[in-house]
């Protein structure tokens, strides 16, 4: 029986899809089945991020209404044999599908793939209420930002009434030298005000945007450090203890040769 | 659901497309179904009347209009038995729709979760951006650059092409055939994207420079 997961935020830009296209790619590199539903109805994104819009046919509107199999839908991605998407159709808005449906194709899901990642539209209307019908866990992304940090609580508001209890969290963009310096909130001032389990905290990372621009997610990429960060949450997923990454541990070359002439001065 | 006949309505009179699969004597026993089914969408109207998907013998047209004539109160102007055996199934390009009032034009860019689909020919004066679709039962032209999908001869009509200033597509569709460019080969073997016609040719979709 398999996991329905969905990736939400609330708030628009903090790294949903990004977030998504890793962990599904993550949990398909420890040889997990995983379909991946991108539920951003009219404005797709996640087979761009995965390098596979030129290959959609069919999406989730067509397996919805009936117009093709589930399977036909399906994109294989191009590295990992056990990963799919659904692709969200394009042309069409969030009232294209309701909850009930969502539910139905979760549940068919369920019965043949490990895990089913949902990449939830930004907002709280009927986008928000499809991706999270079928849901049996939430993972919140947030940066360390207030006003992402005050979306990110009422989603959570949101997701507690929809029976969706204990979300987890994961902090994304994290700039350590920032935080050293007081200008941006630190992981713990972001648990003390919403008050959940961190999944994972991500630091800010060129790799990703140069990795989504090139469709192939940062989690294969073994020397970038969101990768890494990536490859941690998805072994926490699957129930592996992984301590949180040392976010001041030294990074790149200019601060290990500042290092140097410290340490020569 | 049988669609060895299927009628459609057009500016110019009634299309009637006829499965070229089955034998003759299956073909009109659906089609006397479907007249019957559709005695009141006809009514007692005036109307031409176009055979297309199937080479007709002269025999076999009189025996599928004497049974509207039987059935139904129309009133046929003309009999337009357009079909030419080659235009629906050959490749390559020269497919001209034979109905002149089935292209239209549209003036602008069609951005991201835009469509446009239509019966009959496309022709789009601006881009296509990625994510932005043309679906056409006949040709497609651009003015432009495509970039996002184009998908000619959507009814199955293997001699539709589609032509752009710019023909970078992120999919391409001619009747039943997909194909894509994939980014590293247009990169790798430095793809110039010229003023461009895509047709079928041998089976798979070819791309030939329009000059």
Redesign the interface.
Known sequence: MGEVIVITSGKGGVGKTTASANIGTGLAMLGKSVVMIDADI???NLDVVL?L?????YDLIDVIEGNCRIKQAFIKDKRYSNLFLLPAA??KDKTAVSPEQMLKLCNSLREEYDFIIIDCPAGIEQGFNNATAGADRAIVVTTPEVSAVRDADRIIGLLESKDLKNPTLILNRIRQDMVKRGDMMAIEDVTEILAIDILGVVPEDEAIVISSNK?EPAVTDDSSRAGKAFRNITKRITGEEVPIMDLSADRGLLSKMKKLLRFGS | MNNSVVFKGRKRGIVIVLDKDIPFSELIVDFKQKVLQAKSFFGDSKASITFQGRALSTDEEKQLLDIIFKETGLNISFVDNGYDYKSLDSEGYGYIDPDENSTIYHKGSLR????IVYAGSVVVIGDVN??G?VIAEGNIIILGSLKGLAHAGCAGNKGCFVSAYQLRP??LRIANI?T????EFAKKNKIRFEPSVAYIKGGQIYIAPLV
């Open positions: 009219g404005l797709r390098g819009e030129n290959r959609i046919v394009q042309t469709g | 991201s979760g835009q469509a990625p994510g679709e992120t999919q997909i894509y460019i994939p980014k």
